[in-house]
């Protein structure tokens, strides 16, 4: 009915879909991202080396024991074979050693709590370097990003200079989220109340897509955000220009943002308080709320005022105290 050519045109048709595809993840401008892009093709590689031989080996034997092969040997008393049994089960258990090896590794090297020791696989971190403090909130349905040594934010804008580390401290707002840029790093969960961290770095100048992982309500699908990787000079120029440009964002500001809201432009900050991600994580934006901050109870330290006379209540390892920060 159809040409030889034309069922070879219509049998790769469907790879032509993917010739629009973006695979960052395994195409990344991170060195963090890189390295795991690494080990997923590490890991695949040796899967297929027990998958594809199975697969061979099905087809070949329900080709060559097919009923009216009568060349094929029948029998039907055969129960066992050491050496097929030394392959059998020898082989995988190799690849799950090495597998387990690998991930053991790369479980501790890429922790994202693990400060950097590398800008790429060809040059070290120089022991100056101080990686580049971002605290990030993960908001209804928007992210703002803090740049604390700067004194500016962001709302759903990152910006950072390539080849210089990043620590970012990841909170949320109010439920939980999942912050993740496929072309610095993997993602990671932001809970309100609690602080998690990520450390990684940029390695290429250009913009890149970041978003929520974590379905979270009604406007998850727009809570997206442009990353800027760029020089040096051009992140001292942005910071210039939003501290020239944008308002503050104090603790009313900020409870206004927090207002769900979905598909929200870009915005700056010109003046940010030191503790206000601080107050974010406590969970104290509002003056009298309940604060929950894990510290040492022997680090507590008690003032010689009438406040001290409300003592926090000590539970574990955890201090709550009422409008008050612990130390």
């Not at 009923?67 to 066992?80: I, L, Q, R, V």
């Not at 590398?118 to 100056?128: F, G, T, V």
């Not at 942005?238 to 769900?260: E, F, I, K, M």
């Amino acid at each position: 009915m159809f040409s030889l050519k034309v069922r070879h045109g219509l049998a790769l048709l469907p790879l032509t879909l993917l010739a629009g595809c973006n695979t960052v993840v395994l195409n990344p401008s991170g060195d963090i991202a890189v390295q795991q892009g690494n080990l997923i093709v590490i890991s695949t590689l040796l899967m297929l080396l027990i998958i594809v031989p199975v697969i061979a080996l099905t087809l070949l034997f329900a080709w060559r024991y097919r009923k009216n092969n009568t060349a094929a040997k029948y029998e039907p008393d055969w129960d066992h074979s050491t050496r097929l049994e030394l392959i059998i089960w020898g082989a995988p258990l190799l690849i799950i050693i090495v597998l387990g090896l690998l991930t053991w590794i790369s479980t501790h090297t890429l922790d994202p709590y693990r400060p950097l020791s590398r800008i790429d696989a060809n040059r070290p971190i120089p022991e100056s370097t101080k990686p580049m403090i971002v605290e990030v909130v993960a908001m209804d349905w928007k992210w703002l990003f803090i740049y604390p040594e700067q004194g500016i934010a962001s709302v759903n804008e990152l910006v950072a200079p390539i080849d210089r580390p990043i620590r970012f401290k990841i909170t949320a707002q109010s439920v939980m989220n999942s912050f993740f840029i496929p072309a610095l790093a993997g993602q990671i969960y932001a809970m309100p109340g609690m602080e998690t961290k990520l450390n990684a770095v940029i390695n290429k100048v250009g913009v890149y897509d970041g978003f929520s992982a974590n379905y979270s309500g009604a406007g998850f699908s727009g809570m997206r955000f442009k990353f800027h990787g760029v020089s040096d000079g051009d992140f001292d120029k942005w910071v210039s220009t939003t501290r020239a440009g944008g308002g503050a964002l104090n603790r009313d500001d900020y409870l206004t943002l927090a207002q769900p809201s979905e598909r929200d432009p870009v915005r700056r900050y010109s003046n940010v308080p030191v503790d206000l991600y601080k107050a974010i994580l406590n969970r104290t934006i509002v003056s009298d709320a309940l604060c929950v901050t894990p510290v040492q109870p022997y680090k507590l330290a008690l003032a010689d005022s009438p406040a001290a006379l409300a003592a926090p209540v000590v539970a574990g390892n955890a201090v709550v105290e009422k409008g008050v920060q612990a130390k």
